[in-house]
């Protein structure tokens, strides 16, 4: 099961897969090169806490970037 | 806002320890709050902007649910069984899944009759012999 992440790392793994983060009004969308969205997702952070990136999120766009590639 | 004509579901995740916001109708679209409705609100933050794109024409295509009686199976089956369905696909000039559903419609009738699954497996034998045979004698 994947693992909450912080925002730097999840950007790297986002950028693994050749997706890119971009700042919404208040969250962010996973965007391919030609700027079409794969999904949404918001960062966490409470009060003097890391700003990290829930599992579920984490394990959605691994699940989603799969399911694209298998159809390619 | 979004007005929103379908449920959204509300579940407290102990692997994420906050509360996350999902529905059916819009599965890349999740919530999560440290409160149900901060979730709920998330959620609803972020359909907006899953719908601006849809309408922008920029969301990704995805495979989508299969046509009707169009089903992608994926299962893990032993060797030997495997062995078995691509020799008879070869044999016969079919795709193993013509031969998974062949074998899944006499099972069918077979349940269905309350015969016991030996004389199926007999059966299943004597079915792949004759096509065998008919094949030879086109």
Not at chain 1, 37 to 45: C, G, K, P, R, W
Not at chain 2, 11 to 32: K, L, R
Not at chain 2, 67 to 94: H, M, Q, V, W
Request: charged share 30%.
């Amino acid at each position: 099961m994947p693992a909450p992440l912080e925002e730097h790392k999840f950007k790297q793994l986002v950028n693994s897969k050749n997706y890119n983060i971009r700042a919404l009004t208040k969250h962010y969308e996973i965007v391919d090169s030609e700027n079409n969205q794969l999904m949404t997702f918001a960062i966490s952070h409470k009060k003097g806490g890391k700003r990290e990136i829930k599992q579920i999120y984490v394990k959605k766009f691994l699940e989603l970037t799969k399911e694209v590639t298998d159809n390619d | 806002m979004t007005n929103i004509d379908h449920e959204i579901k509300v579940n407290w995740s102990e692997e994420d320890d906050c509360f996350i916001a999902i529905s059916e109708h819009y599965d890349t679209v999740i919530g999560v709050g440290d409160t149900k409705d901060e979730a709920k609100e998330v959620y609803l933050e972020l359909l907006n902007e899953h719908l601006k794109a849809q309408q922008e024409g920029r969301l990704i295509k995805r495979p989508g649910r299969p046509a009707k009686n169009n089903i992608k199976l994926s299962c893990n089956i032993p060797e030997n069984i495997k062995t078995f369905i691509d020799s008879e696909a070869s044999k016969r000039g079919l795709n193993q899944a013509d031969i998974i559903i062949e074998a899944i419609q006499l099972y069918q009738s077979y349940t269905n009759n309350q015969k016991n699954i030996e004389t199926f497996a007999q059966d299943i034998i004597k079915v792949f012999k004759n096509y065998e045979i008919k094949n030879i004698s086109i």
